[in-house]
């Protein structure tokens, strides 16, 4: 049965899941959201949609990232004492003055003792999984022609040992080098030694640059890497997820397609690439969101947008695949598009507001930005207290939701402290006023008298886990006591365990069965805030022995068993992770 203990590789232009046996199980070409190439994690038959090495009489595996890579590597153990070790990666690496990130994935197996025998299967699929390509071949390579998308596996194994799935005695190393329908002009073997040795040189001179917390180096560290594997270097964008499809709980129909750029997530990101030091991916995620807002209708944002910034992400289901374990439907696309979700205009702004004020940065904001930004201003203004989906995304219903007219307030607060920068005194006082007036209506219809707290809703009762964040976007100060009486109130309502749920009341799909996992670094957060640092940090390790193997985080979690379910590898739990690590952590120069 497949689970999430799968490790990610990729090079910021493809990337791909390899489970424990060395199986790629997903995988999409061009990039993040093509066709699935390698798409088994949502087939039931095994028939095709992967690529595995199948050590004849296997008794054992061992699987580890390089440290400091995105390089892994999967040790096969027969039954014989042959072992055979599996290096999979994506190159990345500088070159003639810019980055080297081909549409190509890099597979080198090499014989480490014994007579290990090994069957390739290489069996991409196209059409979202409903055919196999056509195939043909030449001296060196085997072409994968499928409508739209040719692929090229170029490599020093035998053609006739791949095509026909036949086994064979590994008496070295083979490399398998697949791609674009390219020509390789060198030797197939000195690519793959080559470009390993490019690659993980790159990714060690990337991780020295970044700034980490002294304590939990090394679960930063790999959450850091991930976040920038899922990061789509043409046009800056970071996706959601690498997945589509994976259920949030078994059987709970709540499967969506997260290969997209949720705006929300702006601000989170962009605070966790700027706590780590890396600027540069910081300043091109900077630039895809800047561009959307200022390429937005008259000031109005949609949540979601494509990663190259297109509006229209239309959901249809794939009935060619069956789903995660079986549990379909697999969705294309996500509707959420089409959603009014009012939080995004604090979202995008909180964002930019970096432009402003970070003076490592190469394009810095200006005033032609600002007055651009302000045509969100204004529709933050004028929908802060009108029904949307909320940041949950509730497709049946439509409600003033707490968070997002704070979003919206933020939008305005930070416009006032942008124009305050540029020195544009008229602008500040304006958007200084309408914050404030914001503030003081969301005050008056968002705290419950009768619970004592901020709710989710204007004039509502129940608890959503977003109030956790008041104190975080500088609604609320830390230490006012309506922060502490409503961190109390989410921990009441929704803590069931060492998890918070997102909310617990029924849905468009019932009543949530697992927790969000972000919401639970949220707590950890506000935790911290109400100086209740040994209980954060008590749970935060909690969290941490929640990853899978290889130090990863998928959308949700199971707080019975600690199954996780949900899209993977989740940027937001990632990003959840390094924030509050590096809020909890004792500081350098207190460690020695």
């Known amino acids: 049965m497949q689970n999430l203990d799968l490790a990610l590789i990729g090079n910021c232009t493809v990337g791909a899941l390899v489970d424990a046996r060395a199986s790629i199980v997903w995988g999409c070409f061009p990039r993040f959201d093509g066709d699935p190439v390698f798409c ?12 595995a090495v199948d050590l004849a009489d296997c008794e054992r595996t061992e699987q580890h990232y ?28 500088g070159q003639y003055g810019r980055m080297f990130r081909p549409t190509m994935l890099v597979r080198r197996i090499r014989r480490l003792s014994g007579s290990p025998r090994l069957t390739l299967r290489l069996r991409p699929a196209s059409s979202n999984g409903a055919s196999r390509p056509d195939v043909t071949w030449g001296s060196n390579h085997i072409r994968y022609v499928a409508p739209g998308l040719t692929l090229r596996l170029t490599t020093d194994a035998s053609l006739t040992a791949i095509m026909q799935e036949t086994a064979f005695f590994l008496e070295d190393t083979v490399t398998l080098l697949l791609g674009a329908d390219e020509t390789v002009h060198e030797a197939a073997g000195e690519v793959g030694r080559r470009f390993l040795e490019e690659t993980s040189q ?112 239309d959901e249809r289901e794939v009935p060619s695949l069956s789903g995660y374990r079986g549990m379909g439907p697999v969705r294309i696309g996500n509707q959420a598009y089409r959603q009014i979700q009012h939080d995004v205009y604090g979202s995008a702004i909180l964002a930019a507001t970096h432009v402003f004020f970070d003076q490592r940065l190469t394009r810095r904001g200006d005033e032609a930005l600002f007055r651009r930004l302000e045509l969100l201003g204004e529709q933050a203004r004028r929908c802060y207290d009108q029904p949307d989906a909320g940041l949950w995304e509730l497709r049946g219903s ?38 404030r007036q914001m503030s003081e209506m969301i005050i008056r ?116 068993g600690g199954e996780q379910w949900g899209n993977f590898v989740q940027t937001y739990s990632m990003v959840g992770l390094i924030n509050a690590a590096i809020r909890l952590s004792i500081r350098w120069d207190q460690a020695f």
């Open 202 to 313: 790159y990714w060690h001179e990337w991780v020295r640059f970044l700034g980490i917390p002294f304590e939990w180096q090394q679960a930063v560290i790999r959450a850091a890497i991930t976040l920038k594997l899922n990061a789509y270097d043409d046009t800056g964008a970071i996706i959601a997820a690498m997945t589509t499809s994976i259920p949030e709980a078994a059987g709970s129909g709540r499967n969506w397609d997260y290969r997209y750029c949720w705006l929300r997530d702006g601000y989170f990101v962009v605070n966790a690439l700027n706590r780590l030091g890396a600027t540069r991916t910081m300043e091109r995620y900077l630039g895809y969101i800047i561009n959307i807002a200022a390429n937005s209708a008259g000031g109005s944002l949609q949540p979601v947008y494509g990663i190259d910034g297109r509006a229209e992400l």
């Open 398 to 435: 439509a409600r003033v939701h707490t968070f997002s007219a704070v979003m919206c307030w933020a939008a305005c607060d930070r416009l006032g402290r942008i124009a305050g920068q540029l020195g544009l005194e008229e602008r500040a006082t304006y958007w200084v006023s309408c914050a």
């Open 66 to 93: 390089l440290e400091n890579t995105a390089i892994l590597v999967t040790r096969l153990y027969d039954c014989h004492g042959g072992v055979v070790e599996v290096t999979d990666f994506a190159p990345r690496f």
């Open 445 to 560: 219809r968002a705290w419950s008298a009768s619970r004592g707290s901020f709710v989710s809703t204007f004039e509502g009762e129940t608890m959503d886990a977003s109030l956790l964040l008041l104190a975080e976007v500088g609604f609320l100060d830390a230490a006012d006591p309506r922060f502490a009486a409503t961190v109390s109130a989410v921990e009441k309502d929704l803590r069931h365990g060492d998890f918070i749920f997102r909310y617990v009341e029924k849905d468009d799909f019932g009543e949530p069965e697992n927790a969000f996992l972000v919401c639970t670094f949220w707590y950890v957060n506000a935790l911290a805030a109400l100086d209740r640092r040994e209980e954060a940090r008590e749970l935060f390790e909690k969290l941490l022995a929640c990853r899978n193997r290889h130090g990863l985080l998928a959308e949700h979690i199971d707080p019975r």
């Open 40 to 51: 088994s994690l949502l087939r039931e038959s095994e028939d095709f949609g992967f690529s």
